[in-house]
Nanobody
């Protein structure tokens, strides 16, 4: 499984960005895909995730109402639409793939340890 994240950049507070994660996998429906972010000195933080088969999603409380995760199975791509960006959203954003051991609706996929495959990361900087 290979993942390629893109779409990061330098934006002002209040702006929007859309991150993309292109996944190469034999059977995409097996996987849950998560977006995580990391800043130096801190543990990788879960942002949002989605089941490629059923489309169930989760998102962190800090981004609810601002970030939306979606998928396009035909394009093997997961998107993270980020609106109303804040300075605290700054970090390197990674997408990752894992095989769910239970449903996203019952809490799978919110921690980085549940994922086996990682993309290279894309930098998001929110600054005036």
């Amino acid at each position: 499984v290979q993942l390629q994240a893109s779409g990061g950049g330098l934006v002002q507070p209040g702006s929007s960005l859309r991150l993309s994660c292109v996944i190469s996998a034999r059977t995409l429906d097996y996987y849950g895909i998560g977006w995580f972010r990391q800043v130096p000195g801190k543990e990788r933080e879960g942002v949002a995730g989605i089941s490629m088969r059923l489309g169930h999603t989760w998102s962190a409380d800090s981004v609810k109402g601002r970030f939306t995760i979606s998928k396009d199975n035909a394009k093997s791509t997961v998107y993270l639409q980020m609106n109303s960006l804040k300075s605290e959203d700054t970090g390197v954003y990674y997408c990752a793939a894992g095989v769910p051991t239970h449903s996203i609706t019952t809490g799978w996929g919110t921690t980085f340890r549940e994922y086996d495959y990682w993309g290279q990361g894309t930098q998001v900087t929110v600054s005036s």
